[in-house]
């Protein structure tokens, strides 16, 4: 694997990432995965070591309290921190916290940042992003119905969402709420702090997800908001702006995901490589099996098309672009790769792929769920075709050299 993408320091800081993982993470999963008391302890003594080793929160910059340098940066740390499925957890940078923690950056007010992101960005504190309801279809936020209505000083929002991850045990959410239905379709919503202890929040349970319903930030909440009051100090970003934060959250937070896919797809490429390796069956290795050379051959081809495309939309995104058509053509077509890749991975393996003597089993639980989360692939699809035909309508058509 080429590592001419990235600078120097960056590989440096990456190769310190993987000595942490190596020495402390990968011998821990499977006491993590069990989920009980103990898991959670061990996770708070592997949070503090991150912490004393200065790698903690790399998705945020040091004036919110991270060790982050950029895009591109924490691109190149997570391929190592992808490979396992806790390592974000463990260096404070996981999903939904890190997404909420950077528009908290971005758009917080000076009060918002201490009483929320700092926290959050300590660690201290999780939080929820609540937008996706049961009852409308979260692919069109324009359905969204979730309301919060003026009253004095304050808003008070009535709504019932779903899959709002991590709620089970965070601190505070942030509510995607229809403030003013009449103004035009994408000024409707505003985006609401609100601290999980308000009068009027319910987590009503944690929904299974393939079977798994999770405890604490693994979870997928259904939350009910009734008659939760919150100050007008708690708007996020504006009044009518929550469209435009969800695009500026979900872009980001849409890469974020990528990039740890990468890391969970390069780890099942290697078991699969070394097992097909060892393996013998019919006269020879599984290695010597054509079918199973076409699965090496096309994996390595959609891994490296996939970091190609990765780091291309870092950059973009580095370099202050929103990077729309790139981070959806990326989105969807990672999604695929990491479902196609694990499942490989299993298929050379054999039963064995579907024990817990490889972690293939829990990558693929987790990684079905990617062609659906923040943004299925249709949609995904639908924004690339379409601004592709629209440059094509209005102008020279598309580049991809830009
Ligand atoms: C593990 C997980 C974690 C999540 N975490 C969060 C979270 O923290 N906070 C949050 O708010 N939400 C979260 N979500 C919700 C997620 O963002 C939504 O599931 C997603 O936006 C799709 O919305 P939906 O489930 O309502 O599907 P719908 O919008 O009802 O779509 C159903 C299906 O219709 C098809 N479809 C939709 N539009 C089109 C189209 N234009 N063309 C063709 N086909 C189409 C797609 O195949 C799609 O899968 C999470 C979901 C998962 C699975």
Same mark, same amino acid.
């Not at 390796?277 to 096309?298: I, S, Y």
């Not at 695929?336 to 293939?360: C, F, M, W, Y």
């Not at 987790?366 to 035909?389: F, N, S």
């Given at each position: 694997?080429? &590592? ?7 590989? !440096? ?5 993987? +000595?942490?993982?190596?020495? %402390? ?27 004393? *080793? ?8 040091? !004036? ?15 391929? !190592? ?10 260096? +404070? ?39 996706? !309801? ?5 692919? &069109? ?8 209505? /003026?009253?004095? &000083? ?5 709504? %019932?969402?779903?899959?709002?991850? +991590? ?21 409707? +919503? ?26 604490? =930030? ?38 974020? %995901? ?39 051959? &096309? ?26 058509? *790139? ?21 050379? %393996? ?42 094509? /309508?209005?102008?020279?058509? =598309?580049?991809?050299?830009?």
């Amino acid at each position: 694997m080429s &590592d001419a993408l990235f600078p120097a320091d960056y590989l !440096e800081a990456r190769d310190r990432y993987r +000595g942490f993982m190596d020495e %402390h993470i990968y011998p821990s999963e499977a006491a993590i995965e069990r989920e009980d008391d103990d898991s959670f302890l061990l996770l708070d003594e592997l949070r503090d070591r991150a912490r004393a *080793e200065g790698l903690w929160a790399p998705h945020v910059p040091p !004036e919110a309290g991270g060790t982050g340098l950029g895009f591109l940066y924490y691109a190149c740390l997570n391929e !190592e921190i992808g490979r396992s499925l806790y390592a974000q957890l463990v260096f +404070g940078c996981q999903a939904p916290d890190a997404g909420n923690a950077e528009i908290l950056h971005l758009f917080g007010t000076e009060a918002q940042k201490e009483q929320f992101l700092r926290p959050l960005v300590a660690g201290e504190v999780r939080s929820f992003f609540a937008m996706t !309801e049961p009852d409308v279809a979260g692919s &069109d936020p324009t359905l969204l119905r979730t309301r919060a209505v /003026r009253d004095g &000083d304050d808003w008070v929002i009535d709504g %019932h969402k779903w899959f709002s991850s +991590g709620a089970d045990g965070a601190g505070f959410a942030i509510v995607f709420a229809i403030t003013d239905p009449e103004a035009e379709q994408h000024r409707r +919503g505003t985006m609401l702090l609100v601290p999980a202890d308000a009068a009027g929040v319910e987590i009503v349970r944690s929904v299974p997800v393939m079977g798994h319903a999770g405890r604490g =930030w693994n979870t997928h909440c259904e939350v009910r908001f009734e008659g939760v009051r919150v100050s007008v100090e708690n708007v996020l970003g504006g009044e009518g702006e929550a469209f435009r934060l969800a695009q500026k959250r979900l872009g980001p937070g849409r890469i974020h %995901h990528v990039m740890r896919w990468l890391g969970q797809m390069q780890r099942a490429f290697e078991l699969m490589c070394r097992y097909a390796n060892e393996r013998e069956a019919f006269g020879g290795p599984l290695a010597e099996k054509q079918t199973v050379q076409n699965w090496v051959a &096309d994996s390595a081809a959609e891994i490296q098309a996939c970091r190609l495309l990765t780091m291309d939309a870092a950059r973009k995104i580095d370099g202050g672009s929103e990077a729309r058509v *790139e981070v959806s053509l990326l989105k969807f077509y990672a999604a695929n790769a990491l479902v196609q890749v694990i499942d490989r991975a299993i298929q050379v %393996h054999g039963a064995r792929g579907l024990t817990d003597e490889t972690p293939l089993a829990q990558m693929a639980l987790h990684a079905r769920a990617a062609r659906i989360y923040d943004g299925p692939d249709e949609v995904h699809r639908m924004v690339v075709a379409r601004r592709i035909l629209k440059s094509f /309508r209005d102008g020279d058509g =598309w580049s991809f050299a830009d």
